[in-house]
Nanobody, 124 residues
Framework: EVQLVESGGGLVQAGGSLRLSCAASGSTFDTLVIGWFRQAPGKEREAVSCIGSTYDGTAVYANSVKGRFTISRDNAKNTVYLQMDSLEVDDTAVYYC????????????????WGQGTPVTVSS
């Protein structure tokens, strides 16, 4: 089964940038569909972005991050990145990546394997 490890979280000022990484192992990376979710204290988990398998490659974004966040995959490193620019205080949350094995295009409901999360704090 696939294992996911997130990294790259931290503290940043509003307007700044961070790049999150989701490293995958234990599965054929090309066939993984990987998405990012976040959960802020006291709030429900929110889907942020998702990228299809290598054979699909489409990316989707939540309206709240569209134009500011970019998802990409590096098949040579078995890693999916979430580049977060123009960060806002409301982006503060724990960010999780999740995966579907053997998928094609994104469907958040099928992302059932989770990483441990990485915290992001955006200060004003």
């Amino acid at each position: 089964e696939v294992q996911l490890v997130e990294s790259g979280g931290g503290l940043v000022q509003a307007g700044g940038s961070l790049r999150l990484s989701c490293a995958a192992s234990g599965s054929t990376f090309d066939t993984l569909v990987i998405g990012w979710f976040r959960q802020a204290p006291g709030k429900e988990r929110e889907a942020v972005s998702c990228i299809g398998s290598t054979y699909d490659g489409t990316a989707v974004y939540a309206n709240s991050v569209k134009g500011r966040f970019t998802i990409s995959r590096d098949n040579a490193k078995n890693t999916v990145y979430l580049q977060m620019d123009s960060l806002e205080v409301d982006d503060t949350a724990v960010y999780y990546c999740a995966a579907e094995e053997g998928g094609s295009s994104c469907n958040y409901n099928y992302l059932t394997v989770w990483g441990q999360g990485t915290p992001v704090t955006v200060s004003s």
